[in-house]
Nanobody, 125 residues
Framework: QVKLVESGGGLVQAGGSLRLSCAAS????????MGWFRRTPGKERDFVAA????????YYADSVKGRFTISRDNTKDTVYLQMNSLKPEDTALYYC??????????????????WGQGTQVTVSS
């Protein structure tokens, strides 16, 4: 059974930083591309960042480029999202996603194989 468990969310002031973690189990992590999405009330999940399982190539939404960094540690089966210079508009429920194919993650949430339960990030102004 595949399980993705996010942690690291919380309340932070604008300009601050948080690091989210997503621990994976039940899948071959080193052959799985990983991503982060976020959702605000009444909206669909929006793509935030992704990392290819083999090349390590990273992808970002324009709104977070230069502020967020996605990384992975295959020895710990964990993907991270370092979030710096946080803004109130970054407030959302952040989800970890896993899929064999990076194109599926980049294509949006509909076809992605596995999801975590989400971790709340709140940025106060």
């Amino acid at each position: 059974q595949v399980k993705l468990v996010e942690s690291g969310g919380g309340l932070v002031q604008a300009g601050g930083s948080l690091r989210l973690s997503c621990a994976a189990s039940g899948l071959t992590f080193e052959r799985t591309s990983m991503g982060w999405f976020r959702r605000t009330p009444g909206k669909e999940r929006d793509f935030v960042a992704a990392i290819h399982w083999s090349s390590g190539t990273t992808y970002y939404a324009d709104s977070v480029k230069g502020r967020f960094t996605i990384s992975r540690d295959n020895t710990k089966d964990t993907v991270y999202l370092q979030m710096n210079s946080l803004k109130p508009e970054d407030t959302a429920l952040y989800y970890c996603a896993a899929d064999q194919f990076i194109k599926t993650i980049l294509g949006g949430p509909a076809e992605i194989d596995y999801w975590g339960q989400g971790t709340q990030v709140t940025v106060s102004s």
